[in-house]
């Protein structure tokens, strides 16, 4: 069914602004589309020529990451001309000869000892550090 009060020249004014609204919306789109590949490949070949990053977080693309740090990792699990980190030895309790390590949950002596009073731990350990210098 036609209504006639209802022509093509009403129609054609309403079809343009809606055009010209699809094609600004497009052109937005596109620029930041395009901001975002600039900003990526800018990102790329700074990493790639081994320009320094700020603070923060590292990059979240894998690419990125790689080649952002360089380091070739060894099958040892270090990085090739570092030395691997040197761990701690062992504390052992400060009772005058026992030789079982000390554990934190205990207080920094061993299971058998763990009941001494504090004062007497302290005692052992300043008899310990003398005996040092």
Known sequence: ????????????PHMSNIQSIVDDFANQLSAFIEAQVVARARATVAAALGAKRGPGRPPKLATLAALSAPTVVAHLGHAVGKKPRKKAPPQLCPVPGCKNRAAPIFGMVCSKHKDLPKAKIKQHREARRAKKK
């Not at 069914?1 to 054609?12: L, Q, R």
């Open 1 to 12: 069914m036609y209504d006639a009060a209802f022509s093509i020249g009403e129609v054609a």
